[in-house]
């Protein structure tokens, strides 16, 4: 079985990485089906093993530059507020009850989900990326030859040569920013009112973490991608750096009331560590689109699995 937590905890953290997730989406019927633990158990271990997943994944967004920590930070202390509460609604809540909500509120993100990727253009980013590195190595170039041109010439030099030389070199400026991940994240400037915003979502996602048991990025994601407008590929990060701080609260409670399985959870933490470093190093490697997409399918698989477990289909 340890074997099998490890590989479980490998793909998982893989995916929470790329996408944002603490994991805990899938983690809650998996606990279910495969490790025959009650609802109470799953959300109290799922959110245990959230916390070391979203750490790693973190840290290497941060590394990356494929977040905005400020963001991260207000949604995930708005989190940290509410996830003890919906702890407490999960014990006062039969096991329907928290199963067919987690897969209401999943199936709601992926509906968000699919209509942003739909949205999205269908342009490749790295095709896109390296097209506008290039050109701007080729706009660079140029700037700087007319630049040194116009250093070159005499200052006693006829009025009418000295502005023709001038001239082209006034419009150069500096070398363009090819659209990198770094460039991306400067971009998204975040005011009072975006943090105000992130605060906001991270109340909604903390008591959905603590109720279903999940790091609440199911929510966070889509919730930032249509509301703080920010792109997947800078939503990810910024989502685990939220997750990483909301978990904590709720895991504490949950510990507090011996819920948690920490055998099973230690040992998917084992391989989700790993895991969820490797996924963050992947997001500059897949396009906009279909990270939207990715995202929109991993949710409707977790959906399924909590619906098929629920009805007694499985298990």
């Known amino acids: 079985m340890a074997a099998v937590s490890l590989v479980v905890g490998l793909a998982v953290g893989?995916?929470?990485g790329l996408l944002g997730v603490g994991g805990g989406t899938l983690l809650v019927p998996i606990f279910k089906l495969g490790y025959a633990m009650d609802s109470i158990m799953c959300t109290a271990t799922s959110l245990f093993t959230i916390i070391p997943t979203s750490v790693s994944g973190a840290l290497s967004h941060l590394r990356n530059k494929t977040c905005i920590p400020r963001l991260g930070l207000a949604a995930g202390l708005g989190g940290?507020?509410?996830s003890p509460l919906g702890v407490w609604l999960a014990t006062q809540s039969p096991d329907w009850a928290i199963m067919g909500a987690a897969a209401l509120i999943i199936v709601y993100s992926a509906t968000t989900m699919f209509r942003k990727a739909l949205a999205a253009p269908k342009v490749p980013w790295r095709k896109k990326h390296f097209a506008a590195q290039s050109a701007g190595e080729q706009a660079g170039a140029v700037g700087d030859a007319v630049?040194?041109?116009a250093a070159s010439v005499p200052s006693d030099a006829d009025a009418p040569s000295a502005s023709a030389a001038a001239e082209p070199a006034s419009p150069a400026p500096a070398r363009p920013l090819a659209?990198?991940?770094?460039a991306e994240k400067d971009a998204a400037t975040v005011g009072p009112r975006?943090?105000?915003?992130g605060v906001a979502i991270g109340l909604v996602a903390g008591l959905a973490s603590g109720y279903v048991g999940v790091g609440g990025g199911f929510i966070m994601v889509p919730m930032m991608i249509s509301i703080a407008h920010i792109s997947m590929r800078v939503t990810s990060g910024t989502s685990l750096i939220a997750v990483m701080i909301l978990a904590v609260p709720g895991t504490i409670a949950q510990a507090l009331l011996g819920n948690i399985n920490w055998i099973a959870?230690?040992?998917v933490a084992c391989g989700s560590i790993p895991g969820a470093a490797l996924g963050a190093r992947l997001v500059p490697r897949v396009p906009e689109?279909?990270?939207r997409f990715l995202f929109a399918g991993f949710l409707v698989v977790a959906?399924?699995?909590?619906v098929v477990n629920q009805l007694g289909l499985w298990g």
């Open 80 to 82: 940290a507020v509410t």
């Open 194 to 197: 975006e943090l105000a915003i």
């Open 14 to 16: 893989v995916l929470a």
């Open 179 to 182: 659209p990198s991940l770094a």
């Open 289 to 291: 689109r279909q990270l």
């Open 147 to 149: 630049a040194a041109a």
């Open 303 to 306: 959906a399924l699995m909590l």
């Open 265 to 267: 959870g230690i040992a």
